[in-house]
């Protein structure tokens, strides 16, 4: 079992910046590879970015790319999301979670363990 909590979110204007982390404790966290989705209301759940076990991978929804930035801090059991120039449109709950089934990593179906979300709100 892997329990996660992400903190960081609030509101922002557009432009601004916001940092989420996603603290995890239990099984061995830092065997396996983490992301960042996100869901707004009435709708699925969406890709944002993956960091590999390790760090040496990461990977970006086209929508962030060049915005936002994974890392993960393995000694600290934690995992960032730092966004920058927020868009109206990021608007979402945002969720993180642990990777530990095959397929794609920009599938939902591939996380086993998820947080329960934190708000970003982004006000134009």
């Known amino acids: 079992q892997v329990q996660l909590v992400e903190s960081g979110g609030g509101l922002v204007q557009a432009g601004g910046s916001l940092r989420l982390s996603c603290a995890a404790s239990g099984r061995t966290f830092s065997s396996y590879g983490v992301g960042w989705f996100r869901q707004t209301p009435g709708k699925e759940r969406v890709f944002v970015a993956t960091?590999?076990?390790?760090?040496?991978?990461?990977y970006y929804a086209d929508s962030v790319k060049g915005r936002f930035t994974i890392s993960r801090d393995n000694a600290k059991n934690t995992v960032y999301l730092q966004m920058n120039n927020l868009k109206p449109e990021d608007t979402a709950v945002y969720y993180c979670?642990?990777?530990?089934?095959?397929?794609?990593?920009?599938?939902?179906?591939?996380?086993?363990?998820w947080g329960q979300g934190t708000q970003v709100t982004v006000s134009s």
């Open positions: 979670a642990v990777r530990t089934r095959g397929g794609p990593y920009y599938v939902v179906g591939a996380y086993e363990y």
């Open positions: 960091i590999s076990w390790n760090s040496g991978s990461t």
